[in-house]
């Protein structure tokens, strides 16, 4: 189904449940967030309707699972007990208006000091309400990281100047022979709320499961965030085994995770509010298109994702990206992405007039 900026997929089981019952938040029981960097602003719409006025129709556990910008929407969630309208915002506006120094005679700041600044920004929210996190009544977070492999060669068991770019070099050509190869390099460690597991298999990929706590609440988001060559990985976090801890996009650009487990619970749909169609596996699969399809991994999804008129009408056509930040003034940047903030309402406008129907049975993933 597509509307003027919604577009709704579903995969076979979800779609046969929407048929039968429309969209109903008592039915949702995970949320998954993608990494993608700024393009998690035009979902800021999505997630103020979502949180703030819909799901508290019902009361059911929701399992909350991101990798960068997406585990920090997912904590944002988890943090706003009361105003989450309010707390968005904030989210929202401090990603807009983060900034940078670049030293004379370089092009790009140093990863060292974005993730100074970084860790500021999620201090600034996060610093002294971890255990507001960490006890929302009904949501339960999972953070996912990649983690620098100790085997093998362990060139990314620590960050070093050769020793990172040569590993993921090697990361690269590893994962373009086949996904699980790239474990070799990396695994994959979600940080959990300890009152309960993330409920989906997890055994597509090599994987590690750590109780998220205060102490490592922080240091989990931040490392989360940390891409390769524009921030520095997060060591040795609490809790953790010891090692380097990058974005976990890395691992799971898209989290195109196995979703069936969810099917016998009462709670048995994944809702999944994302910026675009495909479900990139890793980072790494970006330009291997043959790893963008749909898998039965995605049987009990629903996708919601702004459609390409709807992005055509955007400043420069576009959703916010990386590149903004090197392309554009800072002003200008600025005010595009808060354009693009400020229209993300259209979605959730569109998605409360979908939940109103009986069914939604024309659907597709």
């Not at 860790?119 to 971890?130: K, N, Q, V």
């Amino acid at each position: 189904m597509t509307t003027a900026a919604l577009q709704v997929f579903a995969g076979p089981v979800a779609r046969a449940r929407l048929a039968e019952r429309g969209l109903r938040a008592e039915d949702v029981g995970l949320i998954p967030a993608a990494a993608g960097g700024p393009k998690g602003l035009i979902l800021n719409g999505l997630d103020r309707q979502l949180f703030g006025d819909w799901l508290p129709q019902s009361r059911q556990t929701v399992h909350l699972v991101g990798a960068s910008i997406g585990a920090w929407r997912m904590a944002t969630a988890a943090l706003a007990h009361r105003d989450v309208a309010d707390a968005f915002n904030v989210m929202a506006e401090a990603y807009v208006t983060q900034e940078y120094d670049v030293l004379p005679g370089e092009k790009r700041p140093r990863p060292e000091g974005v993730s100074q600044r970084f860790g500021e920004i999620l201090a600034g929210i996060f610093e002294g309400r971890e255990a507001d996190v960490l006890t929302h009544p009904r949501f339960r977070l999972h953070v996912i990281t990649s983690r620098g492999q100790n085997k093998g060669l362990g060139l990314l068991a620590r960050e070093g100047r050769l020793r990172t770019p040569l590993g993921y070099l090697g990361a690269f050509a590893a994962n373009a022979l086949a996904r699980p190869l790239l474990g070799r390099f990396l695994e994959r460690v979600v940080f959990s709320d300890p009152r309960d597991r993330l409920p989906i298999k997890l055994n597509d990929f090599t994987t590690r499961e750590v109780h998220l706590s205060r102490a490592n609440l922080r240091g989990a988001l931040l490392a989360s965030c940390s891409i390769p060559f524009w921030l520095q990985a997060q060591a040795d976090l609490p809790g953790a085994p010891r090692g380097a801890y990058w974005d976990g996009g890395i691992t799971d650009y898209h989290l195109h995770l196995d979703y069936r487990g969810l099917q016998p619970l009462q709670a048995p749909l994944v809702l999944y509010p994302h910026f675009q169609r495909q479900l990139v596996p890793g980072w790494l699969d970006k330009a291997l298109k043959h790893r963008h399809r749909s898998t039965a991994f995605l049987d009990n999804v629903v996708l919601l994702c702004p459609s390409p008129e709807f992005i055509a009408t955007l400043p420069g056509a576009k959703l916010p990206d990386r590149n903004d930040f090197m392309t554009l003034d800072a002003d200008v940047r600025r005010r595009r992405w808060r354009v693009a903030v400020a229209e993300s309402q259209r979605l959730a406008d569109e998605f409360m007039a979908a939940c109103d129907r009986p069914s939604l049975a024309s659907l597709a993933l």
